[in-house]
């Protein structure tokens, strides 16, 4: 048995209807995919939020601070050789603090909070110890992972890296 369909045509008000929704889906489908994609982080390797190699152990003489700027923190070699990665963010305000090697010190320019090489508050209005990052020996080179900061309150040893 064969049922027959009456075979109506599509009005122009039903099809431009039709395809006009089909290509609103697609601009709020794009418009989201954009505005996701520019609020996702993006981490590249060996840059900050990720796995930042900072060099070799003997590059870093005892008693220095040195900067990796791809890193944005500082890696502070010291007097008993070893190491902290301390993130170069003010504990404040959040303002870049500069390494001020005539001072031996690291210093605010926002708000002239004052730290020493370990990263412990010597003065100004910084609540807390500059944080700072994990580091690992990996294939000979200092590796500092930036995408896990660690906030503390002030210096303890057991913070420090020794290879």
């Given at each position: 048995?064969?049922?027959?369909?009456?075979?109506?045509?599509?009005?122009?008000?039903?099809?431009?209807?039709?395809?006009?929704?089909?290509?609103?889906?697609?601009?709020?489908?794009?418009?989201?995919?954009?505005?996701?994609?520019?609020?996702?982080?993006?981490?590249?390797?060996?840059?900050?939020?990720?796995?930042?190699?900072?060099?070799?152990?003997?590059?870093?003489?005892?008693?220095?601070?040195?900067h990796?700027?791809?890193?944005?923190?500082?890696?502070?070699?010291?007097?008993?050789?070893?190491?902290?990665?301390?993130?170069?963010?003010c504990?404040?305000?959040?303002?870049?603090?500069?390494?001020?090697?005539?001072?031996?010190?690291?210093?605010?320019?926002?708000?002239?909070?004052?730290?020493?090489?370990?990263?412990?508050?010597?003065?100004?209005?910084?609540?807390?110890?500059?944080?700072?990052?994990?580091?690992?020996?990996t294939?000979?080179?200092?590796?500092?992972?930036?995408?896990?900061?660690?906030?503390?309150?002030?210096?303890?040893?057991?913070?420090?890296?020794?290879?």
């Amino acid at each position: 048995m064969h049922i027959k369909t009456p075979n109506k045509p599509v009005s122009r008000r039903v099809l431009l209807f039709t395809l006009g929704g089909a290509e609103l889906v697609a601009l709020v489908s794009q418009f989201s995919n954009a505005l996701f994609g520019y609020f996702k982080p993006r981490i590249q390797p060996g840059s900050f939020g990720g796995k930042v190699v900072a060099g070799k152990p003997l590059e870093f003489k005892k008693g220095t601070v040195s900067h990796v700027q791809e890193g944005h923190f500082y890696v502070s070699r010291l007097a008993d050789g070893g190491y902290l990665a301390l993130w170069q963010r003010c504990t404040h305000l959040g303002c870049t603090v500069p390494w001020r090697k005539d001072l031996n010190q690291f210093v605010c320019p926002c708000h002239s909070s004052i730290f020493n090489p370990q990263g412990e508050v010597v003065g100004g209005p910084a609540p807390r110890a500059m944080d700072m990052f994990p580091i690992e020996l990996t294939a000979g080179q200092l590796v500092v992972d930036t995408g896990n900061p660690i906030a503390r309150e002030r210096f303890d040893p057991a913070q420090v890296f020794h290879t």
